[in-house]
């Protein structure tokens, strides 16, 4: 009988922990991933990624205006790597938003006033796309060194970022970015430019 009791007893201290363990969360809501990872991103890192975002794509237009106009092997390779490169790296960005919760726009902002630096303007986009090679390729070049510098100082507003991924995309981006400006006014200088 003694026997029975314990037995009953120890079996019903287990049950009460096992029902004690999984209701101790009760009332005390986990945090969701997202959650974890909007605290991930920094305002500044979620800034950068809502300027850069359109800067690349940017970028990436000017890149399928010489894919269609320019007659250059070395400006089309050019153009192919850089969509190749900034296409991925806007996806990133865009997945940071996302996680963040934020928009991949900043609200209420001209985005030209807030230092994307390098951003050709409309006047130029259509220059460049009335004109033909050799003429095209100069004003590309030109144009795209002046962009990538653009990117290159947007960097400093995630240089402190303590997020390993931002992090990770600031350095491609900059090893990226000056090996293409290096290329380019290499290229400029055979076409007996600047």
């Given at each position: 009988m003694r026997t029975r009791r314990v037995a009953t007893a120890?079996?019903?201290?287990?049950?009460?922990?096992?029902?004690?363990?999984?209701?101790?969360?009760?009332?005390?809501?986990?945090?969701?991933?997202?959650?974890?990872?909007?605290?991930?991103?920094?305002?500044?890192?979620?800034?950068?990624?809502?300027?850069?975002?359109?800067?690349?794509?940017?970028?990436?237009e000017l890149s399928d205006l010489a894919l269609e106009i320019?007659?250059?092997?070395?400006?089309?390779?050019?153009?192919?790597?850089?969509?190749?490169?900034?296409?991925?790296?806007?996806?990133?960005?865009?997945?940071?938003?996302?996680?963040?919760?934020?928009?991949?726009?900043?609200?209420?902002?001209?985005?030209?006033?807030?230092?994307?630096?390098?951003?050709?303007?409309?006047?130029?986009?259509?220059?460049?796309?009335?004109?033909?090679?050799?003429?095209?390729?100069?004003?590309?070049?030109?144009?795209?060194?002046?962009?990538?510098?653009?990117?290159?100082?947007?960097?400093?507003?995630?240089?402190?970022?303590?997020?390993?991924?931002?992090?990770?995309?600031?350095?491609?981006?900059?090893?990226?970015?000056?090996?293409?400006?290096?290329?380019?006014?290499?290229?400029?200088?055979?076409?007996?430019?600047?």
């Amino acid at each position: 009988m003694r026997t029975r009791r314990v037995a009953t007893a120890v079996i019903g201290t287990i049950a009460l922990v096992m029902v004690a363990g999984c209701t101790i969360n009760i009332g005390v809501p986990a945090e969701s991933s997202s959650e974890q990872s909007a605290s991930a991103y920094s305002a500044n890192d979620v800034m950068f990624a809502q300027m850069m975002i359109p800067h690349h794509q940017q970028a990436i237009e000017l890149s399928d205006l010489a894919l269609e106009i320019s007659q250059s092997e070395a400006i089309t390779d050019l153009a192919q790597r850089i969509k190749a490169g900034q296409g991925p790296e806007i996806d990133e960005m865009t997945r940071w938003l996302e996680e963040s919760g934020s928009s991949s726009m900043m609200e209420g902002h001209d985005m030209g006033a807030h230092g994307m630096s390098g951003m050709v303007s409309d006047a130029d986009v259509e220059t460049l796309a009335s004109l033909t090679s050799p003429e095209f390729d100069v004003l590309f070049l030109e144009l795209m060194i002046a962009h990538h510098e653009g990117a290159l100082d947007m960097l400093s507003m995630i240089e402190d970022s303590s997020n390993a991924d931002v992090r990770g995309l600031a350095e491609a981006i900059e090893s990226a970015q000056r090996a293409e400006i290096e290329e380019m006014q290499g290229l400029l200088t055979g076409m007996g430019a600047s």
